[in-house]
């Protein structure tokens, strides 16, 4: 009896309008003559089908997946669904060597016996699914999940926002022009809370929830693309970039609005020190001075290399470019906070480019102008207005004057000192030697210290009688 149906020839007809498909079909299904099928037509159209039911007879038509000129669901609702009951297949021919059946299952050609063999001891029953029921089910069960999951995305974003607010991400908020680059930063670690909880939850809902059960041996549903949903993950990404341009732009016009009362502040990076310079008052400084609630406007430059001006507290950050005029850049900083801060470079610039700091202090109106009285007072004593220079103009950052090695000789202890040159000569430590040091510092290189580093343009920065005075405190730290 078994034996009889497995006998029994099996009619098919192909529906596709790809002349490939019928005869990759055909090719695919002559290699197996134990199957016992005939292909006894091949039809374009639902038309074309139903015409040549009567005279081929099929017994199971197979439907080209990949052809949209087919309308599934009629070839269903007219042969498996209609009077005729035929068994109607959905196939795609991905290679001479495989098929995949409509639920996506790959298909060895070994397969394809077994799965023949399938096909006869199906009832009427059509391979396709029964579908209007099975749908509502799902839909009920999907949506359940989308709740579940939207519900853990409110709460996990709700969570690592009140957790954001615990952990102190950015320092002291102590210029004006911090306030809208700390809000926008407040508003951008919301978004990335919500978009961290949306990517996480969802996958590792999905991990766990539709994890493969044990004995569990399906092949996954086909899932084939959602257009509304993929509009919706496109614009909503490109319209919050927008959003987020526009705000941006606004920050960045309030932190560079000027004051037209704003203090003028020259500052000059150079290989490593920082250096101010009060025009209004003829002050230079090595520590930056700034009264609170006034604007200061920054104008930065550079004797050297690139630098890049940076106070944590106040935000904002801009370089200071070497090549004259044409290249200052200004940075409007208003200090909120009376306080000490710590200017760095935030532009790698060398060896000591770690250590390019410079100390910042914010005081009242009142002290900034007893400052500035002391400051424009020039003492009498020539050793203590070349410490003055010395400070000012940054000498002290590379030479110390304890006898610790800096990046240049020590100044303790060198004047009158016997040093060895480079070449192998030795020179006395007097007058004309540190005059031609620091004017001409590429001259005479003491042995060990590399050629090249101490900036040569002090000439042009440095009157006559100053550099006597810092000759004359070099001096003074070598008398006993
Ligand atoms: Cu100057 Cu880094």
């Given at each position: 009896?078994?034996?009889?149906?497995?006998?029994?020839?099996r009619?098919?007809?192909i529906?596709?309008?790809?002349?490939?498909?019928?005869?990759?079909?055909?090719s695919l299904?002559q290699?197996r003559?134990?199957a016992?099928?005939?292909?006894?037509?091949?039809?374009?159209?639902?038309q074309?089908?139903?015409?040549?039911?009567?005279?081929l007879?099929?017994?199971?038509?197979?439907?080209?997946?990949?052809?949209e000129?087919l309308?599934?669901?009629e070839?269903?609702a007219r042969?498996?669904?209609?009077?005729?009951?035929?068994?109607?297949?959905?196939l795609?021919?991905?290679?001479?060597k495989?098929?995949?059946?409509y639920?996506?299952?790959?298909?060895?050609a070994?397969?394809?016996?077994?799965?023949?063999e399938?096909?006869?001891h199906?009832?009427e029953?059509?391979?396709?699914?029964?579908?209007?029921?099975?749908?509502?089910?799902?839909r009920?069960?999907d949506?359940?999940?989308?709740?579940?999951a939207?519900?853990l995305v409110?709460?996990?974003?709700?969570?690592?926002?009140?957790?954001?607010?615990?952990?102190r991400?950015?320092?002291?908020q102590?210029s004006?022009?911090?306030?809208?680059?700390?809000n926008?930063?407040?508003?951008?670690?919301?978004?990335?809370?919500?978009?961290?909880?949306?990517?996480?939850?969802f996958?590792?809902?999905?991990?766990?929830?539709?994890?493969?059960?044990?004995?569990d041996?399906?092949d996954?549903?086909?899932?084939?693309?959602?257009t509304k949903l993929?509009?919706?993950w496109?614009?909503?990404?490109?319209?919050?970039?927008?959003?987020f341009a526009?705000l941006?732009?606004?920050s960045?016009?309030?932190?560079?609005r000027?004051?037209?009362q704003?203090?003028?502040?020259?500052?000059?990076?150079q290989?490593?020190a920082?250096?101010f310079?009060?025009?209004?008052?003829?002050?230079?400084?090595?520590?930056?001075?700034?009264?609170v609630?006034?604007?200061?406007?920054?104008?930065?430059?550079?004797n050297?290399?690139i630098?890049?001006?940076?106070v944590?507290e106040?935000?904002?950050?801009?370089?200071?470019?070497?090549g004259?005029?044409k290249?200052?850049?200004?940075l409007r900083?208003t200090?909120t906070?009376?306080?000490?801060?710590?200017?760095?470079?935030?532009?790698?610039c060398g060896?000591?480019?770690?250590?390019?700091l410079?100390?910042?202090?914010?005081?009242?109106?009142?002290?900034?102008?007893?400052?500035?009285?002391?400051?424009?007072?020039?003492?009498?004593d020539?050793?203590v207005?070349?410490?003055?220079?010395?400070?000012q103009?940054?000498?002290?950052a590379c030479h110390?004057?304890?006898?610790?090695?800096l990046v240049g000789p020590?100044?303790k202890?060198?004047?009158?000192?016997?040093?060895?040159?480079?070449?192998?000569?030795?020179v006395t430590?007097d007058?004309?030697?540190i005059?031609?040091?620091i004017?001409?510092?590429?001259?005479?290189?003491?042995?060990g210290?590399p050629?090249?580093?101490?900036?040569?343009?002090?000439?042009?920065?440095l009157?006559?009688?100053q550099i006597?005075?810092?000759?004359?405190?070099?001096?003074?730290?070598s008398s006993?």
């Open positions: 009896m078994i034996k009889s149906t497995h006998r029994k020839v009619r098919v007809l529906a596709s309008s790809h002349g490939l498909f019928g005869q990759g079909l055909r299904l290699d003559k134990q016992n099928v005939e292909i006894v037509g091949v039809v374009s159209s639902l074309e089908a139903t015409q040549a039911l009567d005279k007879d099929p017994d199971l038509i197979i439907v080209d997946y990949d052809d000129t309308n599934r669901d070839f269903l042969f498996v669904e209609g009077e005729k009951k035929l068994r109607l297949v959905l795609s021919l991905q290679s001479p495989d098929a995949l059946v639920d996506r299952r790959s298909l060895a070994a397969q394809i016996d077994e799965w023949l399938e096909w006869t199906l009832e029953k059509s391979i396709i699914p029964t579908k209007q029921e099975n749908q509502a089910g799902n009920r069960k949506m359940k999940h989308l709740i579940i939207g519900i409110v709460v996990v974003t709700a969570l690592l926002i009140l957790g954001l607010g615990h952990v991400l950015l320092p002291t102590a004006a022009q911090a306030r809208p680059i700390d926008l930063f407040g508003l951008e670690f919301r978004v990335i809370a919500f978009l961290f909880a949306l990517i996480v939850v996958m590792l809902y999905s991990v766990i929830v539709f994890r493969r059960k044990p004995g041996t399906n996954a549903a086909h899932i084939e693309g959602n993929e509009v919706v496109t614009v909503a990404p490109l319209a919050t970039v927008l959003i526009y941006g732009g606004q960045l016009a309030e932190t560079v000027p004051d037209p704003a203090l003028e502040i020259k500052v000059i990076g290989q490593w920082w250096r310079e009060y025009p209004k008052y003829g002050i230079v400084s090595d520590t930056l001075m700034m009264p609630n006034k604007q200061a406007v920054l104008k930065l430059s550079s050297d290399v630098h890049s001006f940076w944590p106040f935000r904002v950050k801009q370089d200071a470019l070497p004259g005029d290249f200052v850049r200004d900083i200090p906070i009376e306080g000490e801060y710590k200017a760095r470079c935030a532009e790698l060896r000591q480019h770690a250590t390019m410079a100390p910042v202090k914010v005081i009242s109106q009142q002290s900034f102008e007893d400052w500035v009285a002391s400051e424009t007072q020039v003492s009498a020539p050793v207005r070349g410490q003055q220079y010395a400070q103009y940054g000498c002290l110390s004057i304890d006898g610790s090695a020590s100044w202890g060198v004047y009158g000192s016997q040093e060895t040159l480079a070449d192998g000569s030795i430590v007058d004309d030697y005059h031609e040091s004017v001409n510092p590429g001259a005479k290189i003491v042995q210290f050629p090249g580093v101490m900036p040569t343009n002090f000439a042009d920065q009157s006559e009688e006597q005075d810092i000759i004359a405190f070099i001096k003074s730290l006993p």
